[in-house]
């Protein structure tokens, strides 16, 4: 594939969502991981590994989707998370 790629990820409260997308902002891949969180009385967890985990699993799923952009032609990845979140 010619051209520039961007990722975009999203570690929500109960999975990490991503899209690949090229220059003109088309969609050409997306995937997710879900996980469940850990709750004590008046708190929620997760080990921040799992949030790792599941993020470099969808981004090996958005580059794997699609006929291989070269890593070169990523040009950025961009994160949001839930709000309130400390990792």
């Not at 991503?18 to 709750?39: C, F, K, M, N, Q």
């Not at 993020?55 to 952009?69: H, Q």
Request: net charge negative.
């Amino acid at each position: 594939m010619k051209g520039n790629f961007f990722i975009g990820i999203d570690a929500g409260t109960t999975s990490v969502k991503g899209v690949l997308t090229d220059d003109r902002g088309s969609i050409l891949s997306a995937s997710s991981r879900e996980y469940s969180l850990e709750i004590h009385d008046d708190r929620c967890e997760l080990d921040a590994d799992i949030y790792w985990q599941k993020t470099k699993a969808v981004i090996a799923d958005l580059v794997g989707n699609v006929t291989s952009p070269n890593k070169e032609q990523i040009r950025a990845l961009a994160f949001s998370s839930q709000g309130e979140t400390m990792i």
